[in-house]
Each structure stands twice: as C-alpha cells, then as structure tokens.
C-alpha cells in the first residue's frame, strides 16, 4: 500500500471557509465525498484512478487554516498519489483565491 501527505496554507481564510472548499474540491477533482466530521474539520473521500480505488483525507487545521492532505491506495504507487494530492491542492486553490 501506498501512501501520500501534501501540506498547504492558506493565508486570510477561516478553518470553516477551507473546510467547505474542501467539500466542493473533491467532487471538481473527480472524486467522491465518503464522509464528512465538521467538528473536526475532515473531509474523506473515494474515487478512481486508473481503474484502481484511491482514498483521499482533507484536514484542515483550526489553527492557521492550513490542510494536510493524504491519498492511499492498495493498488497506486506514489506518483500517481501525488497527482490526486496535488488535483485537490489546484481544485482548493481556485476555491480559494
């Protein structure tokens, strides 16, 4: 299993103004919202790539309005994790400007 972690600022937004640019990148980016905790501002998501499953998490941090974004797959190495990883980071960038 694979696995990658991408970290990313935001500066002048709110942990709730990225936590639902969260919501809206990952369907953009082509993936599915699987489960959602506002409370902890986390968004876990499914899709596809390449025919295989991948499994994305978006956290956003309460404290500075950065994201720690992670992609897994049994299947996908990490160079094909890091394009999911960094489809998210675009799609939240466009959200975000």
Do not use: F
Request: aromatic share 4%; with cysteine; hydrophobic share 45%.
């Amino acid at each position: 299993m694979a696995s990658v972690q991408l970290k990313h600022h935001y500066e002048n937004k709110s942990d709730q103004e990225v936590y639902e640019a969260a919501l809206q990148a990952i369907p953009n980016a082509g993936l599915n919202v699987w489960k959602k905790r506002e409370l902890a501002r986390l968004v876990l998501a499914v899709g596809e790539q390449d025919g295989q499953e991948v499994r994305c998490n978006i956290v956003v941090s309460m404290a500075d309005g950065s994201v720690t974004i992670s992609a897994e797959s049994d299947d996908l190495g990490e160079d094909i994790l890091n394009q999911v990883a960094q489809k998210l980071v675009v799609e939240l960038d466009k959200l975000l400007a």
